[in-house]
T-cell receptor
């Protein structure tokens, strides 16, 4: 299984600023994703990070607020822009391991715990 | 629209007990189902994956079952230990070529020594 490293692991930010979260995978992966977990809630997919093209966003998430880069098959960044306290969440990078047919499995990084004051 | 529900939301048991965590989903057209463990403030660790054609999967003290027709999965933990204390998340995967998992709210388990 892929080893996924996320940085930073946590941060406390001021309202109105932006934070960029990095995700590094130890092997080339076709599909990378960003999830959000708001306090006391379960995980929600923000977007699929596409290598060499614009990310594909889920309903309710927009590029201006969550710009994503994916310059190659092992690295992606998520920026949380113009932050407000409502953005306080854990942000998780994940990759899809295709494995055998039917056994496609998601692996997750350790997450970035963001608090916005 | 697929919805995933986990019951109970929280569970506290003494060490050594066997326990069952429940997951239900509204749309039986799933590709596979994964159970995850999440420690406080951390990422997710994949525990078990059950393909839609399978009935159960086992790993050590963990056994996950799937009844796709009734939209249910269970995670059985045998001989629970304090180190099992965590939140357990069930997630369904609708298609093979997306990363979109629909997650339940999780069951927070506390195993008391």
């Amino acid at each position: 299984s892929a080893v996924i490293s996320q940085k930073p692991s946590r941060d406390i930010c001021q309202r109105g600023t932006s934070l960029t979260i990095q995700c590094q995978v130890d092997s080339q992966v076709t599909m990378m994703f960003w999830y959000r977990q708001q306090p006391g809630q379960s995980l929600t997919l923000i977007a699929t990070a596409n290598q060499g093209s614009e990310a594909t966003y889920e309903s309710g998430f927009v590029i201006d607020k969550f710009p994503i880069s994916r310059p190659n098959l092992t690295f992606s960044t998520l920026t949380v822009s113009n932050m407000s306290p409502e953005d306080s969440s854990i942000y998780l990078c994940s990759v899809l391991d295709f494995g055998r047919v039917g056994n496609e499995k998601l692996f997750f990084g350790s997450g970035t715990q963001l608090s916005v004051l | 629209k697929q919805e995933v529900t986990q019951i109970p939301a929280a569970l506290s048991v003494p060490e050594g007990e066997n326990l069952v965590l429940n997951c239900s989903f509204t749309d039986s057209a799933i590709y596979n189902l994964q159970w995850f463990r999440q420690d406080p403030g951390k990422g997710l660790t994949s525990l078990l994956l059950i393909q839609s054609s399978q009935r159960e999967q086992t790993s050590g003290r963990l056994n996950a079952s799937l009844d796709k027709s009734s939209g249910r999965s269970t995670l059985y933990i045998a001989a629970s230990q304090p180190g099992d204390s965590a939140t357990y998340l069930c997630a369904v995967h609708g298609s093979s070529n997306t990363g979109k998992l629909i997650f339940g709210q999780g069951t927070t388990l506390q195993v008391k020594p």
